[in-house]
């Protein structure tokens, strides 16, 4: 075996992909066979998963013995159960064995996908049963099997049943199991259904003869214990019973006549009820009728063991005279409504039921009811008897209708006013309501004092309504309801006014409008009513109510509900009032034209007013009006106010803020292209964070500008083409007063970039690289750029040359760019390769067979792609392959030396050279032989393999 333990080793069988083994010690190796198909394969080793050893020794792959089934799955703790195991691919050579968990047995191999074992004693459990050689290959998977106790009979429920088979039979005992319950008749085995482990039910079978048999259980169907005896008897028949009819009250004496009843065990099935009967011949038995709640036709049969019974016969339930309900049981006092009396037994063509004192003659509709017409009576409970009825019933008289008021008391002829009918008893689905005692109204009660209705169309003067109980009651007097003519409007006068502290009026024109008592109300919109004044038959006047300024459709109504629907509309108007002013702000040198913003300006003289400073306004609209503001003493805000030239204020508070004269002292960058868009931070003083601060260059518009303090305000330049060199920056607080201040800002075109000289420098060190183009400027903001990193210029040469330095900044190739103010440079892209060290990081693998000829991968950086690279190993060299800048390939050579050999990659074009790393040298492994040689195709079979150097 040895005695040095080794590192991780991978295994492979045949050309396979390899896998991770185990080295035990120098001589021994352990992997698991993975999956593969039948057959021999070489099982090699390697320490990196690259060289492998050239032993040669083999591996025999079986196809794995898969178990599907077993029948019998459950058998008793006695065992003796021959199971047959169905499956694949049971191995044919060797002895086999099946194992009952820890128990095995010898197993009879009927041919390869069939074995048959018989069960050995056991506990009770469930245990996994397996096939298994004497070689010490196991099936793959394994079937379940079930060892139970034996089980016992104690009591048969019932112990006898018909020869005609069907007997739901209960078996009590012990130790019954749910999976393959069996009862067998004296050889004739059923399945069974299991209930718990004490109880379990069968179905006896049809049998040839009256006969004692002994019926067993089983929990599979093959082992079958002693059992108890089960009587077939003859089935009991029914052929006639007497009487026919009974009733529902019950006592009676019934007689059932047939055949083959037998003595001390014969019942009565009556319905869905079992009774003991009174046995009197084989032929004839006797029992009672019990109380029923309902007539009707039942079945009468008769069993012989309370469990199955025998063809049957019909037998009628009947009752006498029965009344149950009233329907309806609420009607008027008044008397008149036909109230239906609903039960059973009714005869004839008539009875007679007594309501309260009165009795009334009711006429017979059906056996199950009968209608009668209510007397007359008090208010409240009336009971209503029948002869013969066990019970009387309660009938509810409620009390007579009361209409006090109907509201809105008016509406138009064309109807469809929306109608509160206030009163007294009103009842849900019994009041009804008529227009001129007549004409039906549809109703919909509330409550019992409240009742919508709407109004149906009649023609123009006074009609009454009235609401009752079922029938109109003579001499009850209704409630008057106006009909007047429909209301059309043509026009109102004035249609528009404004919101001031006093209300005006307004006329409303039309025809309708009836007389002075009807009173009409004018509408504002949705909301607002108020009363009108009746000045004719066409016109109406209106008080305006509280309106804000807006747009109101105007209508008359009579009765707050019916609005006529004509489109007219008044127009409520705002007063006069200032919004905002623009700009808000300026210099206190005063001269800013100020816009004053707002709404309804009279057209009028204007004055505006700076705190107590007065100047005069011009009217651009209704809306705007323009001013200069003065010239103050002090900075600061003050309150702005509008005046009327007849000394009337304009509503509306605004202030004006009168700030100090900027100082500008520079601008940085003080130069910039031509193309605009450079950034500038213009310093000075009084700077102010405003909406509209912003920098004018010479007469351009205005840019917005950023606020950064109050002495530094940031710039965008615009674009500056029509300028020849230079022009007059100034800042604005409100985007139009110019500071007195100005500094200068140079308009310059952008640097263009021709060649750079060298082309290549070394990224760790400072490199000067000379830029030779057109537009250098000998300015202090001269700058270079590579790629991202900006840096002052080293030296101004002339408008053609400039010197850089590199600053030790990233390696690969970098755009050099050069720029007069540092902030436009320019675009011309022209690139340098800045070198960076060669380093290798890692190698993989680290270590390998001496014999060599398997590749590595080099992991590090700096690799210079195209150039020839060359791989050390101590003194032997090999030619490398560049896949890029982090990774270089190539083929490790065979050496004499096992140990650890100095690995380094070289560039000889570049004379560059990387840094070392280790790799380990190791002899070639042996294996000499496998244990167990063999295994199943699905994989799984642990191997250790004996040889050398492994």
């Not at 099982?43 to 077993?70: I, R």
């Amino acid at each position: 075996m040895g005695e040095q333990i080794q590192k991780t080793v991978y295994c492979r069988f045949g050309d396979d992909q390899p896998f991770e083994g185990r080295a035990i010690t120098s001589t021994a190796a352990f992997c698991v066979s993975p999956p593969q198909r039948a057959g021999n394969m070489t099982l090699e080793l390697s320490s990196n998963m690259l060289d492998f050893s050239t032993s040669g020794v083999a591996f025999e792959f079986l196809d794995s013995s898969m178990l599907q089934s077993c029948e019998p799955s459950t058998g008793t703790v006695a065992g003796s159960v021959s199971v047959t195991i169905r499956g694949l691919a049971f191995p044919q050579q060797g002895t086999m064995l099946c194992r009952f968990g820890r128990a095995s047995v010898t197993a009879s191999m009927l041919n390869s996908t069939h074995a048959v074992c018989v069960s050995p004693e056991h506990i009770p459990g469930r245990v996994q049963l397996t096939l298994a050689n004497d070689d010490g290959l196991e099936s793959e998977n394994f079937v379940y099997f079930d060892f139970v106790q034996v089980p016992e009979i104690s009591r048969l429920i019932p112990s006898s049943g018909s020869l005609l088979g069907g007997t739901a039979l209960t078996v009590v005992g012990l130790y019954f199991q749910e999976e393959s319950p069996y009862c067998r008749f004296s050889g004739h085995a059923i399945r069974g259904e299991v209930i718990s482990s004490t109880v379990m039910r069968c179905i006896s079978p049809e049998w040839p003869i009256e006969a004692d048999v002994s019926v067993e259980v089983s929990v599979n169907g093959i082992e079958f214990n002693p059992g108890l005896l089960f009587t077939f008897t003859q089935p009991a028949i029914v052929a006639e019973v007497y009487p026919r009819t009974v009733h529902v009250t019950g006592g009676e004496t019934l007689t059932v006549y047939g055949k083959n009843f037998l003595p001390s065990s014969a019942f009565v099935g009556i319905g869905d009820e079992i009774f003991q009967s009174v046995f009197l011949t084989s032929s004839m038995l006797t029992c009672t009728t019990q109380q029923r709640p309902w007539p009707g036709n039942v079945t009468v049969a008769v069993s012989n063991n309370e469990a199955d019974f025998s063809s049957n016969v019909l037998l009628e339930f009947a009752h006498e005279t029965l009344v149950r309900e009233l329907r309806p049981s609420r009607v008027s006092a008044t008397g008149g409504t036909f109230v239906t009396l609903v039960g059973s037994g009714f005869s004839g063509s008539s009875i007679i039921a007594q309501f309260g004192e009165s009795n009334v003659d009711c006429s017979v509709i059906s056996e199950g009811s009968a209608v009668c017409e209510a007397p007359q009576n008090k208010a409240g409970l009336v009971e209503v008897a029948v002869q013969g009825n066990p019970t009387n019933l309660v009938l509810e008289l409620y009390p007579e209708q009361v209409l006090e008021e109907v509201s809105p008391s008016t509406g138009p002829v064309s109807g469809c006013t929306l109608l509160r009918l206030v009163g007294l008893n009103f009842i849900d689905a019994e009041t009804k309501c008529v227009l001129d005692r007549d004409r039906s109204i549809p109703v919909t009660t509330l409550s019992s004092t409240l009742v919508l209705a709407v109004s149906p169309s009649r023609a123009h003067g006074m009609a009454e309504i009235g609401c009752f109980a079922t029938v109109p009651i003579d001499g009850v007097e209704g409630s008057e309801f106006l009909y007047h003519s429909p209301v059309e409007l043509t026009r109102i006068f004035p249609q528009q006014d404004y919101l001031l502290d006093r209300r005006g009026t307004i006329t409303v024109y039309g025809t309708g409008f009836g007389r002075n008592e009807e009173r009409p109300q004018c509408i504002f919109g949705s909301i607002s009513l108020v009363a009108g004044v009746l000045r004719s038959s066409s016109s109406v006047q209106c008080a305006l109510p509280e309106l804000q300024p807006g747009k109101y459709s105007v209508g008359i109504t009579y009765n707050g509900e019916d609005i006529s629907n004509e489109e007219l509309i008044f127009t409520m108007l705002n007063s006069a009032r200032t919004h905002i002013l623009l700009p808000s702000l300026g210099q206190k040198a005063g001269g800013t034209s100020v816009t004053v913003i707002g709404t309804d300006f009279a057209r009028a003289r204007h004055r505006c007013i700076f705190g107590e400073d007065a100047v005069p306004g011009v009217q651009l609209s209704s809306s705007a009006i323009r001013c200069r503001s003065p010239v103050v003493k002090q900075p600061g805000a003050v309150d702005f106010r509008l005046m009327l030239a007849d000394g009337k204020r304009v509503d509306g508070d605004l202030s004006f803020l009168f700030h100090l004269d900027l100082e500008l002292k520079k601008a940085l960058p003080s130069s910039g292209s031509v193309s605009g868009g450079t950034p500038i931070t213009v310093m000075g003083q009084y700077f102010e964070d405003t909406e509209t601060l912003s920098c004018h260059f010479g007469t351009l518009p205005p840019e917005d500008a950023q606020y950064i303090s109050s002495t530094q305000v940031l710039c965008l330049s615009p674009r500056l083409s029509d300028v020849e060199s230079e022009v007059a920056l100034f800042v604005s607080l409100n985007a139009q007063d110019r500071a007195s201040d100005s500094v200068t800002f140079q308009v310059q075109p952008i640097p263009q970039v021709i060649s750079v000289k060298p082309t290549k420098a070394d990224g760790a060190t400072v490199s000067l690289i000379t830029v030779m183009g057109r537009h250098f400027a000998s300015t202090e903001s001269l700058c270079c750029s590579f790629g991202s990193h900006v840096s002052p210029a080293m030296a101004w040469l002339s408008p053609q040359l400039v010197v850089c330095q590199t600053d030790m900044i990233n390696s690969g190739n970098v755009t050099v760019e050069v720029s007069n103010n540092c902030a436009d440079f320019s675009t011309d892209g022209l690139s340098i390769v800045l070198l960076r060290p060669i380093l290798v990081h890692a190698v993989e693998p680290s270590e390998g067979w001496q014999s060599g000829g398997f590749s590595i991968r080099v992991l590090g950086s700096g690799f210079q792609e195209g150039a020839t690279a060359t791989c050390h190993f101590g003194d032997e060299r090999a030619p490398a392959s560049v896949l890029d800048t982090e990774e270089v390939v190539c083929l490790v050579p065979s050496t004499d030396i096992v140990g650890l050999l100095d690995f380094y990659v070289s560039f000889p074009e570049l004379g560059a050279t990387s840094n070392k790393v280790a790799f380990e040298s190791h002899v070639n492994p042996l294996v000499l032989a496998l244990v167990p040689s063999v295994g199943f195709t699905d994989g799984g079979t642990a191997v250790t393999m004996y040889g050398y150097s492994l």
